[in-house]
């Protein structure tokens, strides 16, 4: 033994919260415009309808022993304006997000849509959770999983 006692990092969960507002409608294609109303109801309506989304996401990882961080937050704010505000402040999710042409824009979907664009921008193994606040009572969230 050399005498030098190696220490461990420890792993830190981090998060960020960012708002956007958009339209979306729930529509499948893959259902009858008969199926689609009786399964959405007035989130079916053909002009769509609006909300005002917070998505939080978290981070999971070691803290740096030099700088302290999990992550630099102020890098994470970018990524998240690359991945989510660019792409879906003030659009319709249905017509201006490409990933939605032949997806339902339920708050399931739009988290691993989140998922999918942010993870593009970090670490592999950084990204733990994105959850999405559809409404006060409605939340999806999403870790990357898959069966």
Same mark, same amino acid.
């Given at each position: 033994?050399?005498?030098?006692?190696?220490?461990?990092?420890?792993? @830190?969960? !981090?998060?960020?919260?960012? %708002?956007? %507002?958009?339209?979306?409608?729930?529509? %499948?294609?893959?259902? %009858?415009?008969?199926?689609?109303?009786?399964?959405?109801g007035k989130c079916n309506n053909p002009y769509g309808h609006g909300h005002n989304y917070s998505v939080e996401v978290i981070l999971r990882g070691p803290v740096d022993p030099v700088t302290?961080? @999990?992550?630099n937050l102020t890098d994470l704010k970018k990524f998240m304006n690359m991945a !989510?505000?660019?792409?879906?402040?003030?659009?319709?999710?249905?017509?201006?997000?490409?990933?939605?042409?032949?997806?339902?824009s339920t708050a399931e979907n739009i988290a691993v849509f989140i998922w999918k664009s942010l993870s593009q921008h970090l670490e592999s193994g950084l990204l733990y959770e994105v959850k999405v606040h559809e409404t006060g009572k409605n939340v999806a969230f999403y870790r990357g999983e898959h069966l």
């Open positions: 033994m050399n005498g030098t006692i190696q220490q461990k990092s420890p792993i @830190v969960y !981090i998060s960020r919260t960012e %708002s956007f %507002s958009a339209c979306h409608r729930l529509h %499948s294609t893959q259902l %009858s415009d008969e199926e689609n109303r009786k399964i959405f302290g961080m @999990v992550m !989510i505000m660019d792409v879906m402040d003030h659009k319709n999710v249905d017509k201006d997000v490409p990933y939605f042409k032949d997806v339902v």
